[in-house]
């Protein structure tokens, strides 16, 4: 196997390793790195017996190839994808499958990207011996996927920005529920002024020299590659077994998920037609309806993880087809769901087909992919299709209990979180205010002694 580079989707300075690129986060330029090349895989160098992990080895490994991470990556898919991503029917639709990812300790698929990041970063050498801090900025989950894989992590500070009001409750009690090397900060803004914030202090030449920084949004390469994996798992089974491709819906925000499944495809695996599926942030449906590219303000909605209006991957998704509009619009198509279709899907599908199974019962972010699914078949489509489901209902209880008139099973490890106290620093949505803030040094250290005495570990 050659040894893969990862360039800049700006184009300029030059290209990175793998692990360089990981450490970085963000390209010099500004830009996302991206692999010069997509590798071509032949199905059948997958072992048809293999855990989600091992799938993971083998899909990465060509993009691994030649770096010092490339002997550990076997242990770090093990360490990070211990859990499964199942793939089940859904009911009432004989050719509809869920695709769930939320069986990770934070209950949404951000744990997969976030735990082999950290698995990677704990490997990479450093040669600064002060801690390196890692920004994450958070529509509601990656905060607490990131601050659960790093927390405890020695030399390593977590900072979690997050939109005040705009997350659920039980996210906003996760994000400030670790305490110890992970900081949560409120910030008086939407998740886009959170980004805008994080860039700004990566691409800070001098507070890099000051503060040692990395990002862990999925503008890291980190997280974006492993998120292929449990497509590349679920559409090799399926072809095993069927011989044909799956299709996906994919709840869709700043496009790390989707891009994965895209990567998948372009990577020569039995993927099909892709949809994204937006909330009523319209960014990216307007873009593949025919207009020019054009970012918006985030609107706030029920499927809060998608109140994204620049989406950061939209880079990626573009070098991907040579920055060829008419491409990429053939590749992939878009639709939105309003608040209404989020609240009318999350009911239908828990009343109509089986009212007493907790598996029918959506999060908002799912069921607006259940719900293009359910427009498809009412025009008529027939094919076999995946809904991927990003977050575990229970996370969301504030919105999906009432509309499905029960209680919400909470999975032990959420249960766990939310029985920690939890706190968040309030802070100004101002690229000057994150600034002092990292500068004026760490003041998280001893934040929940109580947590610590009780010796509770995420
Ligand atoms: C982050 C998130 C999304 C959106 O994923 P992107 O990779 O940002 O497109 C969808 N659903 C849930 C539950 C999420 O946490």
């Not at 700006?10 to 390793?17: E, H, S, Y």
């Not at 692990?19 to 991206?34: C, Q, R, T, W």
């Not at 053939?330 to 899907?345: F, K, M, N, S, Y």
């Given at each position: 196997m050659s040894t893969p580079r990862y360039a800049s989707t700006r184009g300029r300075g030059p290209a990175a390793g793998i692990g360089s690129a990981i450490a970085a986060g963000l390209a010099p330029d500004g830009g996302l790195y991206v692999p010069e090349k997509l590798p071509q895989l032949d199905?059948?160098?997958?072992?048809?017996?293999?855990?989600l992990a091992d799938t993971a080895a083998t899909l990465l490994a060509p993009f691994f190839a030649?770096?010092?991470?490339a002997d550990a990556l076997p242990a770090i898919c093990a360490e990070a994808l211990d859990f499964e991503t199942p793939l089940r029917r859904l009911a009432g639709d004989p050719a509809g499958h869920v695709l769930e990812l939320f069986h990770g300790p934070t209950a949404a698929f951000k744990d997969i990207g976030a735990r082999f990041l950290a698995a990677c970063l704990r490997r990479l050498p450093r040669a600064d011996a002060r801690p390196l801090t890692i920004l994450v900025a958070t529509s509601g989950d990656t905060g607490a996927a990131v601050g659960a894989a790093f927390h405890g992590q020695p030399d390593t500070r977590v900072a979690i920005l997050y939109p005040d009001g705009r997350v659920s409750p039980r996210q906003a009690h996760q994000l400030g529920c670790f305490g110890d090397n992970v900081q949560a900060l409120r910030v008086a803004g939407g998740f886009d002024e959170c980004q805008r914030m994080v860039k700004a202090a990566l691409n800070d030449a001098a507070l890099q020299r000051e503060v040692p920084m990395s990002s862990a949004n999925s503008i890291s390469l980190g997280r974006l590659l492993p998120q292929m994996s449990y497509y590349a798992h679920a559409a090799l089974a399926w072809w095993r077994e069927h011989g044909s491709s799956l299709n996906f819906v994919v709840p869709t925000g700043n496009l790390g998920n989707a891009l994965a499944c895209l990567w998948v495809r372009e990577a020569g695996l039995p993927v099909g037609e892709i949809r994204l599926a937006c909330n009523a942030n319209a960014t990216l449906p307007a873009y593949f309806d025919g207009a020019d590219y054009a970012p918006r303000e985030a609107v706030a909605t029920l499927a809060n993880a998608m109140?994204?209006?620049?989406?950061?991957n939209f880079e990626r998704l573009r070098w991907t087809f040579g920055g060829d509009d008419v491409a990429l619009r053939r590749a992939l198509c878009a639709e939105g769901v309003d608040d209404a279709g989020i609240r009318q899907t999350i009911q239908a599908h828990a009343l109509g087909h089986?009212?007493?199974?907790?598996?029918d019962v959506f999060c908002p972010h799912t069921a607006c992919a259940v719900r293009v699914l359910d427009e498809l078949r009412a025009a008529g489509n027939d094919q076999r299709w995946v809904v991927v489901a990003t977050a575990h209902p229970a996370k969301f209880d504030s919105v999906v209990e009432p509309l499905v008139g029960r209680r919400v099973a909470v999975p032990d490890a959420l249960a766990a979180m939310l029985q920690r106290p939890a706190e968040a620093e309030p802070l100004a949505a101002d690229d000057e205010a994150l600034k002092r803030w990292l500068r004026s040094g760490?003041?998280?250290?001893?934040?929940?002694p109580q947590a610590r005495a009780a010796g509770v570990r995420p």
């Amino acid at each position: 196997m050659s040894t893969p580079r990862y360039a800049s989707t700006r184009g300029r300075g030059p290209a990175a390793g793998i692990g360089s690129a990981i450490a970085a986060g963000l390209a010099p330029d500004g830009g996302l790195y991206v692999p010069e090349k997509l590798p071509q895989l032949d199905p059948s160098i997958f072992d048809p017996n293999g855990l989600l992990a091992d799938t993971a080895a083998t899909l990465l490994a060509p993009f691994f190839a030649g770096d010092p991470l490339a002997d550990a990556l076997p242990a770090i898919c093990a360490e990070a994808l211990d859990f499964e991503t199942p793939l089940r029917r859904l009911a009432g639709d004989p050719a509809g499958h869920v695709l769930e990812l939320f069986h990770g300790p934070t209950a949404a698929f951000k744990d997969i990207g976030a735990r082999f990041l950290a698995a990677c970063l704990r490997r990479l050498p450093r040669a600064d011996a002060r801690p390196l801090t890692i920004l994450v900025a958070t529509s509601g989950d990656t905060g607490a996927a990131v601050g659960a894989a790093f927390h405890g992590q020695p030399d390593t500070r977590v900072a979690i920005l997050y939109p005040d009001g705009r997350v659920s409750p039980r996210q906003a009690h996760q994000l400030g529920c670790f305490g110890d090397n992970v900081q949560a900060l409120r910030v008086a803004g939407g998740f886009d002024e959170c980004q805008r914030m994080v860039k700004a202090a990566l691409n800070d030449a001098a507070l890099q020299r000051e503060v040692p920084m990395s990002s862990a949004n999925s503008i890291s390469l980190g997280r974006l590659l492993p998120q292929m994996s449990y497509y590349a798992h679920a559409a090799l089974a399926w072809w095993r077994e069927h011989g044909s491709s799956l299709n996906f819906v994919v709840p869709t925000g700043n496009l790390g998920n989707a891009l994965a499944c895209l990567w998948v495809r372009e990577a020569g695996l039995p993927v099909g037609e892709i949809r994204l599926a937006c909330n009523a942030n319209a960014t990216l449906p307007a873009y593949f309806d025919g207009a020019d590219y054009a970012p918006r303000e985030a609107v706030a909605t029920l499927a809060n993880a998608m109140d994204v209006g620049a989406p950061s991957n939209f880079e990626r998704l573009r070098w991907t087809f040579g920055g060829d509009d008419v491409a990429l619009r053939r590749a992939l198509c878009a639709e939105g769901v309003d608040d209404a279709g989020i609240r009318q899907t999350i009911q239908a599908h828990a009343l109509g087909h089986h009212a007493l199974e907790q598996d029918d019962v959506f999060c908002p972010h799912t069921a607006c992919a259940v719900r293009v699914l359910d427009e498809l078949r009412a025009a008529g489509n027939d094919q076999r299709w995946v809904v991927v489901a990003t977050a575990h209902p229970a996370k969301f209880d504030s919105v999906v209990e009432p509309l499905v008139g029960r209680r919400v099973a909470v999975p032990d490890a959420l249960a766990a979180m939310l029985q920690r106290p939890a706190e968040a620093e309030p802070l100004a949505a101002d690229d000057e205010a994150l600034k002092r803030w990292l500068r004026s040094g760490w003041s998280g250290q001893d934040r929940h002694p109580q947590a610590r005495a009780a010796g509770v570990r995420p």
